[in-house]
């Protein structure tokens, strides 16, 4: 409602449009008059007030018709309307409740009455412009928390999307906002994980390609299970080549010890697959290697098709120590080995002189855990 309430009085009777107005008026309402029915709707229309005095026996729309109209138009159904008339009024009372009437006012006016019964009826009218206002705020807030929670439905879509291509940690700093810091080139020290297939190559020469395809399937599922239990980053799936790393992007406290608990974890799960190829005439195994130090992490690739790697020596050591060691073997090199041995059984297998490397490669294979969890 506004500040000076807008009061639209309706008669046909000059002498009575001025006796109300000028009451009103005094009282500090804002008064506007019309003299006939028509008249009296297009004000309704065109000003909008907050109660209409309406006169019922008036030439061409009657006082009951106009508050019908106001009535079935719904921006004007709750405006207040008084109906004055000198008639008799219990029989224009039942027509003007059928009509929609809020109050009634006989003539002649009485003065107190009429303000008593305008200032009630506004009274009304404020509470319901109050909940109106309400209500459409309501609806605001309604459409604001659907569309923060369809935003939040589709990122949570386009996260899923994401970690179908990239590890979990990667994906979600992305999503946040946080992937463009991690994706730029930094540098940070890591423990690096090689894992691959003793007997792939002659495996892949004497299977059929279908054969190929589900042995990869059903090796890349379980080995990746394993990865996101423990945390790991996965940089790839290279054939039956699998490089996990700890500590980038997402810190980890103990990443020496999260790569070997899950590569003697990956250890132990793969010889049910192993079992289940050699009924089919073929010797597979796992075979391991693990090195700790720094790296250059980062975005590499070009638009349209980016990946987030990991490049340095600690990376070719992890592969080398992995294509030298056995099925069923974890090798580590002497960093990782200074951050887990309190963790693990291990025997010396080196110095190893390493392809690719000038000097030999002092390492140690990882039999068990000494404790658990």
């Not at 159904?77 to 009024?89: E, G, I, W």
């Not at 319901?128 to 309501?138: K, N, P, S, Y």
Request: glycine letters at 8%; aromatic letters at 6%.
């Amino acid at each position: 409602m506004n500040a000076q309430p807008k009061i639209l009085v309706v008669d046909d009777t000059p002498a009575n449009v001025k006796l109300l107005v000028d009451v009103l008026t005094a009282k500090g309402y804002d008064v506007c008059a019309a003299v006939n029915g028509e008249e009296a709707l297009a004000k309704v229309a065109a000003d909008s007030p907050d109660l209409v005095l309406l006169d019922i026996m008036m030439p061409g729309l009657s006082g009951y018709d106009v508050c019908s109209r106001i009535r079935a138009n719904p921006d004007t159904a709750l405006l207040p309307v008084v109906l004055c008339t000198s008639l008799d009024p219990q029989q224009e009372r039942v027509k003007g409740i059928e009509a929609g009437a809020d109050d009634f006012l006989s003539k002649p006016i009485n003065r107190p009455e009429l303000l008593a019964r305008v200032k009630s009826l506004l009274r009304v009218k404020s509470l319901q412009d109050e909940v109106r206002a309400q209500t459409a705020q309501l609806a605001e807030a309604k459409e604001k928390l659907e569309e923060r929670v369809r935003d939040q439905v589709a990122q949570l879509e386009r996260l899923g999307r994401l970690k179908g291509f990239f590890s979990p940690q990667l994906a979600d700093a992305i999503i946040t906002g946080g992937g463009e810091d991690l994706l730029k080139t930094h540098r940070r020290e890591i423990t690096v994980v090689f894992i691959d297939l003793r007997g792939f190559t002659t495996f892949t020469d004497r299977a059929e390609p279908e054969e190929v395809m589900e042995l990869l399937h059903d090796y890349h599922a379980s080995m990746g299970r394993i990865v996101l239990a423990h945390g790991g980053t996965l940089e790839r799936f290279a054939g039956d080549s699998v490089m996990v790393f700890f500590n980038d992007p997402v810190p980890v406290e103990r990443p020496a010890e999260q790569a070997v608990r899950m590569a003697l974890a990956m250890q132990q799960a793969f010889p049910p697959l192993g079992e289940a190829w050699s009924k089919r005439g073929f010797d597979l195994a796992l075979g391991c290697g693990i090195a700790q130090g720094y790296a250059t992490l980062g975005a590499i690739g070009f638009e349209g098709r980016w990946d987030y790697a990991a490049i340095g020596n600690v990376t070719n050591l992890a592969a080398r120590l992995c294509a030298e060691a056995a099925g069923g073997q974890t090798l580590i090199d002497r960093k990782t080995m200074a951050k887990v041995e309190a963790l693990v059984e291990t025997t010396s297998v080196g110095p190893l002189a390493l392809k690719g490397l000038a000097q030999p490669v002092p390492a140690f294979s990882v039999t068990r855990l000494k404790i658990a969890g």
